[in-house]
T-cell receptor, first 111, second 113 residues
């Protein structure tokens, strides 16, 4: 079946550098995409979302890019901080009252 | 505004038992979704309820069931527990429209021995 997937399971980043987390999706009917951050012992926390009629959306220190041509989604984190260490999930909604999640990327920030 | 509340936080059961997990959504949210999270399978969709009606169901056996009450609170039940049911069970709430973000609780960590 169709699913959302992440390119890399782990990412190690130097504190202060920018992070880029990638995600590929396969359901062309999906019209909404979202990034979550999950810290140990907690549930997923919303970071940023984007609808399919947009290519880019910016938040505080984060930017999501959507390339519908190649079905690719990315999350950019500017000036990565130790508190950014977590597992990041992308998810898609194909208009059926559920989110389909990718496998997740574990981001580790090096001091 | 209080977030999504799940109880209990931790649960230990033995094979063959049944378990009921509870979820209180954010005030005003009418949709409640349940997900199972395991290291090997990631986040898997269980079911979604809106106004006491199940609108979507994931690919889980009939041992997994749920319900939603008139106050939007939800429960999920797993009967005849198996070792493989050990997981973090996450509840999420939303207003109930399609294509919108879900707000997650901290989950119930279920261990089946």
């Amino acid at each position: 079946g169709e699913s959302v997937g992440l390119h890399l399971p782990t990412l190690s980043v130097q504190e202060g550098d920018n992070s880029i987390i990638n995600c590929a999706y396969s359901n062309s009917a999906s019209d909404y995409f979202i990034w979550y951050k999950q810290e140990s012992g907690k549930g997923p926390q919303f970071i940023i979302d984007i609808r399919s009629n947009m290519d880019k959306r910016q938040g505080q220190r984060v930017t999501v890019l959507l390339n519908k041509t190649v079905k690719h989604l990315s999350l950019q984190i500017a000036a990565t901080q130790p508190g950014d260490s977590a597992v990041y999930f992308c998810a898609e909604n194909s208009n059926d009252y559920k989110l389909s999640f990718g496998a997740g990327t574990t981001v580790t920030v090096r001091a | 505004k209080a977030g999504v509340t799940q109880t209990p936080r931790y649960l230990i059961k033995t094979r063959g038992q049944q378990v009921t997990l509870s979820c209180s959504p954010i005030s005003g949210h009418r949709s409640v979704s349940w997900y199972q999270q395991t290291p090997g399978q990631g986040l898997q969709f269980l079911f979604e309820y809106f106004s006491e009606t199940q609108r979507n169901k994931g690919n889980f056996p009939g041992r997994f069931s749920g319900r939603q009450f008139s106050n939007s609170r939800s429960e999920m039940n797993v009967s005849t527990l198996e070792l493989g049911d050990s997981a973090l069970y996450l509840c999420a709430s939303s207003l109930g429209r399609t294509s919108e973000k879900l707000f997650f609780g901290s989950g119930t960590q279920l261990s089946v021995l």
